[in-house]
C-alpha cells in the first residue's frame, strides 16, 4: 500500500526534478546559462543537434514517467503483472540518462572546459530515478510472492 503512494509520489517528484538545477557551469560552449536543470539542456540540445536531444528527451523525461504511470496502473489492478518485466527494463533504461549526466560532467571537467559544479537536482533526479527501480523491484517481488 505504501509503494503505491511512493509510486504516485513520483509523478510529482520527477517535473520538478526536471527544472531544478543539475549543475552550475561557469563555461561551456554548448550551454550559455549558469545553471544548467535537464530542461534547459534539452532546450540547448534541440538547437544543436536534434537527433541526440531527441533521444535524451526520450530517456530523460519520457521513459522514467511512463515506467511510473505503468508501475500506478499495475499497482492498482488497471494493467496486469505481465507488464512488469517491462517496467522494470524501462527503469534500467531510464538510469541511463544519469550515466550520460554524469559523463558529460567528468568528460567537461576533465578537458578544462571552465568550472562545474553539481547541483541539488542532480540529487534529486538521480534519487527519484532510484526510488522508481526501488519501488520497481519491490512492488515485482510482491507479486511474485505466494499468497498467505
Known amino acids: 500500500m505504501v509503494l503505491r503512494y511512493l509510486n504516485l509520489s513520483l509523478l510529482i517528484l520527477f517535473p520538478i526534478a526536471w527544472f531544478a538545477p543539475l549543475m552550475r557551469a561557469g563555461l561551456l560552449p554548448l550551454f550559455s546559462l549558469s545553471e544548467i536543470s535537464v530542461i534547459s539542456g534539452l532546450q540547448a540540445l534541440w538547437q544543436s543537434d536534434m ?18 504511470l505503468g508501475l500506478a496502473l499495475v ?25 550520460l549526466v554524469a559523463l558529460y560532467i567528468t568528460v567537461a571537467k576533465g578537458i578544462g572546459v571552465g568550472r562545474i559544479e553539481t547541483a541539488w537536482g ?11 527501480l526501488v519501488i520497481g523491484l519491490l512492488s515485482r517481488r510482491i507479486a511474485e510472492a505466494p499468497p498467505r
Do not use: E, W
Open 51 to 68: 537527433l541526440l536531444a531527441l533521444v535524451v528527451t526520450f530517456f530523460a523525461l519520457f521513459v522514467p514517467y511512463l515506467k511510473t
Open 75 to 99: 499497482q492498482f489492478g488497471l494493467l496486469d503483472m505481465r507488464a512488469l518485466p517491462v517496467l522494470t527494463v524501462l527503469g534500467k533504461l531510464a538510469m541511463a540518462d544519469i550515466f
Open 122 to 132: 542532480l540529487y534529486m533526479f538521480t534519487g527519484c530515478i532510484l526510488a522508481s
